[in-house]
């Protein structure tokens, strides 16, 4: 970063460079944000050096390129050390792609025309709530939640001139067709994936007026919601939303909003930064070893109440065949058996790993 900065300011003064510097610095251009200019550097030395109140001159645009390289260059560093638990050929592997990517990267950068701006300000707090929510994901009379998501879903496809809508459209039954694009996902997953994208596809519409189609959007949406403030999970679950309706729009992969590299770059920036400031996570009091053999006792110590022993025994029931206290609680008597000294129970309401993947779960465990 020295290096480039003395390149950068050889022509300029001490007093220049550093009115420069600072203007950068007291509008938030540091770090990621800065690294976020990479390919529009003329323009933001224009910008600049009107702030600053000097003439723009070529060193300007040189100062500028090298510190917005140099920030550049910082983030892939981050990501690069964020990985150093991989084992060395692991590491290799990714530093060689990454290296064959980084170049095709900056070249579409660099052909790029770089928009214009009015000015050089980082988002500003309260912008989201100026924004107009979509109307609620509401069913007409009697229809079912699941063809009601499905019909917003095949609606934004539709705005967005998906691939796939053509597709559902030229085949023989297209209400089946449409009817599949849900998958293997839950109707809750499909709508919670869906807000993602309508709360991203509503900002992009407000502050450019148009449809997204830039990564550069997704990545200022990004920066507007930390602004505002948001948890530590939100710049994932954004991102995965934005994928999956892509994904299922069926867009080439040079259109993906989402695959643009420096989307992963600030994402990962901001789970570092959120995660540090985030409270410790609560997680359910467990099970001491210990415990389990105190508890066997109880059970069969024939000098105690039944129900201190009934107790102790479905509490071990739970920790052997790993039952959650919903699975415990409608859990049939009628269901349960036992042979060669063994408890065996038949679950038919507990909870399963996915949608589509419905099995009937069966527990065993010993008896008193």
């Known amino acids: 970063m020295g290096d480039a900065l003395q390149d950068g300011a050889a022509q300029g003064s001490p007093a220049d460079v550093g009115a420069i510097l600072g203007v950068l610095r007291s509008v938030g251009l540091v770090g990621p944000k800065l690294a976020l200019q990479l390919g529009e550097e003329p323009v933001l030395a224009k910008q600049l050096a009107?702030?600053?109140g000097i003439p723009y001159e070529g060193w300007v645009l040189d100062l500028v390129r090298a510190q917005v390289k140099g920030a550049y260059d910082d983030l892939d560093l981050d990501i690069r050390l964020a990985g150093s638990?991989?084992?060395?050929?692991?590491q290799a592997v990714d530093d060689a792609v990454h290296c064959m990517t980084k170049p095709q990267a900056s070249a579409a950068s660099s052909e790029v025309v770089p928009q214009k701006r009015t000015s050089v300000e980082v988002p500003q707090r309260g912008k989201m709530l100026r924004i107009p929510k979509g109307k609620p994901l509401q069913g007409k009379a009697g229809e079912p939640e699941d063809e009601a998501i499905l019909r917003v879903l095949f609606e934004?496809?539709?705005?967005?001139?998906a691939p796939v809508v053509a597709q559902v459209l030229a085949t023989a039954n297209p209400d089946r067709a449409k009817a599949a694009l849900l998958g293997k996902y839950r109707a809750s997953t499909v709508k919670r994936y869906l807000a993602y994208w309508q709360g991203f596809r509503r900002w992009v519409g407000k502050g450019y007026g148009k449809l997204p189609c830039q990564g550069e959007q997704?990545?200022?949406y990004l920066l507007a919601r930390e602004?505002?403030?948001m948890g530590p999970s939100v710049p994932l679950s954004v991102g995965k939303g934005v994928a999956w309706f892509e994904k299922l729009a069926g867009f080439d992969q040079e259109q993906m909003i989402s695959a643009a590299p420096l989307v992963d770059t600030v994402t990962r920036d901001l789970l570092k930064k959120l995660e540090e400031k985030a409270p410790p996570r609560k997680r359910a009091p467990r099970m001491l070893s210990a415990f389990l053999?105190?508890?066997e006792r109880l059970v069969v110590n024939k000098?105690?109440?039944?129900s201190i022993r009934a107790g102790a025994w479905v509490k071990l029931?739970?920790?052997w065949a790993s039952l959650r206290f919903d699975d415990v609680a409608h859990m049939k008597p009628e269901m349960l058996r036992v042979y060669d000294k063994k408890l065996s129970g038949l679950m038919k309401r507990t909870k399963t790993p996915g949608g589509g993947k419905r099995v009937k779960g069966r527990h065993c465990g010993r008896g008193p």
């Not at 638990?85 to 692991?90: E, F, S, W």
């Open 50 to 52: 009107e702030r600053a």
């Open 85 to 90: 638990a991989k084992t060395p050929g692991q």
């Open 156 to 161: 934004e496809l539709e705005m967005m001139g």
């Open 218 to 220: 997704l990545v200022d």
């Open 227 to 229: 602004e505002e403030g």
């Open 293 to 295: 053999p105190a508890l």
């Open 303 to 306: 000098d105690l109440e039944p």
């Open 317 to 319: 029931l739970k920790v």
